[in-house]
């Protein structure tokens, strides 16, 4: 599918949810089909969250949340703005 990541990561983008790490793993070998891997800042609990993985769910085959963790209290002291 024609700009099929950008799509599927579009929902991040307009729910104001900020992605810090991307990774993409081809499956078998090829790139017909492809895993990728995605750090983003938020609980899944957060309103905005929950409507970003919503709509990542229409371009997905399986989705999955491999974990949640807090932030390092150094990120509370930071503006980035």
Known sequence: MPAA???????FATN??????????MVGGNFVATQF???V???PDD???KLALQELKFFCKDMRILGVYPAHPFRHTQ???
Not at 16 to 25: P, R
């Open 16 to 25: 104001g949810i900020n992605m810090t790490k991307l990774e993409s793993y």
């Open 79 to 81: 503006s980035f703005a």
């Open 47 to 49: 309103h905005n969250l």
């Open 5 to 11: 990541l950008y799509k599927a990561m579009g929902g």
């Open 41 to 43: 800042e938020g609980h």
């Open 37 to 39: 891997y995605a750090d």
